[in-house]
C-alpha cells in the first residue's frame, strides 16, 4: 500500500525530540493503554520512543511504512527481547490492526489538504472513544503545514493542540487531535504531558522556550553591537541581560503530590486572598477563589491546580493595574476552564503592572494532570484558582507561600 502523504525526507528529519513530543500521549498513561503507530520504521526515533513508553499493561502495534517491512519490524522487536515482544505486536497491513487509545504516525504528513483527509479518513476508524491521533507536518511555511492545520481545526472538533518542535531538522509542528470527548476522568491517571516548549539545562532545571528565545535576541543585539562599534564597551549591556533574561523564564522541575484529594497551587507566589464568591461565568453556586500574586523574581510558569479536561478558554481584555491591588481584577485575564470529577475548577491567568502577554497551550479539549505546565505570564502578575466552595477546603492562608505544582492549597472533601 502507498501513503502519498508520508512524508520523503530523511529517516532523521524525526529525531528524539520530536519522536517523544509525537508519542507523549502514549507515554504519560498510568493505566494500561493500546497504542498504533502507523508508518513505522524499524530504525526511527519514533519506535523506540514508542517501546520506551510501554508499561507492563500497555499493548502497542506497529503497521510497516514505505522506508520499512513488517518482516523487518519483527526482527528489530523480536531483538529487543521477549518482554517487548510480548507487548508489541507487528501487522503487515492496516487493516489487520485493532482500534487504540493512542495512534501516532510515525512520519511527517506532506501533500495536499485532500491527501491528508484521505489518510485521516483512513485511520478514523481505528480510534477509540476519546482517542488522540498524533501527527507531525513541516514548521516551515507551505501548502502541508497550513492545508493540514486547517483540517485539523475543521474536523478535531474535540480538542487540536500543537507543539513547534524547534530542536529538530527539520523543524516540525506536531499536532495531537481528538475527534470524539475525552472522559475528564481519565485525567487523574495522566502523567504530566511532555511539552518541547521546556528546554532542558540540567536534569532539574528547564528554561521556557520564550526564555530561549529572548536570551538568543539579547546575544544578537550584543554581537550586532560589537560589530558596529569594535571600539565601544556597549555590547556588554544586551550581553549581560540575557543571563537574567533567560533565567526570569526558568522552568524547574517539581515534584506533584500524589494525594488525590490535593488541588496544588496555579503558580509560584503569595496569597493575596481566600475568598467565596459567585461568578455566573462558570455557573451557579459559591467558588472558593484562591489568589496568588508572582513578583519578578518568582517562576512564571503556569500549572494545572487539578486533573480534567478543558472545557473552555477565554480571554477577557482590561487594564494593567498593579497586580496586587483590587483594581486588578478588571486587568486584561485569560480563563482556563475544566471539567473534573468534582465538578467546575477556573483558572485564570492575569497580567499585572508590567505583565503585557499571557501565553495559555493548553487547548479546549485537552486532557490534562495534576500539575502539568499549562503556560506563562510575562513578568509581575497573578494566578487566580477557583473551585466549587461545596467540594473544597483552603489549606492556605493570606502571605502564605506556594509553590506551583507542589504546595498543596486546598483539599477535596
Known amino acids: 500500500m502507498t501513503y502519498p502523504v508520508v512524508s520523503n525526507a530523511p529517516i532523521a528529519g524525526v529525531g528524539p525530540v520530536a519522536a517523544r513530543a509525537l508519542t507523549a500521549e502514549f507515554a504519560r498513561h498510568n493505566a494500561p493503554t493500546t497504542a ?14 514508542a517501546v520506551e513508553a510501554l508499561l507492563p499493561a ?19 522487536i523480536t531483538g529487543l527481547g521477549s518482554w517487548i515482544a510480548d507487548r508489541v505486536r507487528v501487522v503487515d497491513a492496516l487493516s489487520e490492526a485493532e482500534p487504540a487509545d493512542v ?57 487540536v493542540g500543537s507543539d513547534l518542535v524547534l530542536r529538530n531538522q527539520p523543524p516540525l509542528r506536531v499536532h495531537k487531535l481528538r475527534f470524539t470527548a475525552a472522559d475528564p476522568r481519565v485525567a487523574a491517571t495522566l502523567a504530566p504531558a511532555y511539552r518541547p516548549s521546556s528546554v532542558p539545562v540540567t536534569r532539574s532545571m528547564h528554561i521556557d522556550s520564550n526564555g ?19 571600539g565601544s564597551k556597549l555590547w556588554l549591556l544586551p550581553a549581560l541581560a540575557a543571563a537574567p533574561v533567560a533565567a526570569f523564564f526558568r522552568d524547574p522541575e517539581r515534584d506533584v503530590p500524589d494525594d488525590a484529594s490535593a488541588v496544588v497551587a496555579a503558580s509560584d507566589g503569595r496569597v493575596l486572598s481566600v475568598e467565596r464568591m459567585t461568578d455566573e461565568r462558570f455557573g451557579a453556586g459559591e467558588f ?35 497586580a496586587m491591588t483590587a483594581a486588578a481584577e478588571h486587568n486584561v ?58 467540594a473544597a477546603e483552603p489549606l492556605v492562608a493570606v502571605n502564605d507561600k506556594v509553590i506551583g505544582g507542589s504546595s498543596v492549597i486546598a483539599r477535596w472533601i
Not at 130 to 153: M, N, Y
Not at 355 to 375: D, S
Request: hydrophobic residues 50%; neutral net charge.
Open 212 to 230: 530561549v528565545a529572548a536570551a538568543g535576541i539579547a546575544l544578537g543585539l550584543a554581537a550586532l553591537a560589537r560589530r558596529a562599534r569594535p
Open 36 to 49: 498504533l503507530v502507523f508508518a513505522a520504521d524499524h530504525a526511527t526515533e519514533v519506535v523506540a520512543a
Open 103 to 159: 495512534v501516532i504516525v510515525g512520519e511527517p504528513l506532506t501533500g495536499t489538504a485532500d491527501e491528508v483527509r484521505v489518510l485521516l479518513d483512513s485511520l478514523g476508524k481505528y480510534l477509540n472513544e476519546g482517542a488522540v491521533l498524533t501527527v507531525a507536518t513541516p514548521a516551515t511555511p507551505g501548502r502541508t503545514g497550513g492545508a493540514a492545520a486547517e483540517l485539523f481545526r475543521q474536523g478535531a472538533l474535540f480538542g
Open 333 to 390: 485575564a485569560a480563563y482556563t476552564v475544566l471539567d473534573t470529577e468534582h465538578g467546575t475548577v477556573v483558572v485564570a491567568q492575569r497580567t499585572g503592572l508590567i505583565a503585557r502577554r499571557i501565553v495559555q497551550r493548553t487547548p479546549v479539549g485537552t486532557l490534562v494532570a495534576k500539575g502539568e505546565r499549562m503556560g506563562l505570564i510575562r513578568f509581575g502578575s497573578r494566578t487566580d484558582v477557583y473551585l466549587p466552595a461545596g
Open 58 to 76: 500497555d499493548k502497542l502495534t506497529l503497521v510497516a511504512g514505505e522506508r520499512s517491512t513488517a518482516d523487518l519490524l519483527r526482527d528489530h
Open 288 to 322: 472558593l477563589r484562591i489568589a496568588v500574586f508572582l513578583s519578578v523574581l518568582d517562576v512564571h510558569v503556569n500549572r494545572v491546580p487539578v486533573a480534567g479536561r478543558v472545557a473552555d478558554h477565554f480571554v477577557e481584555e482590561g487594564g494593567y493595574a498593579n
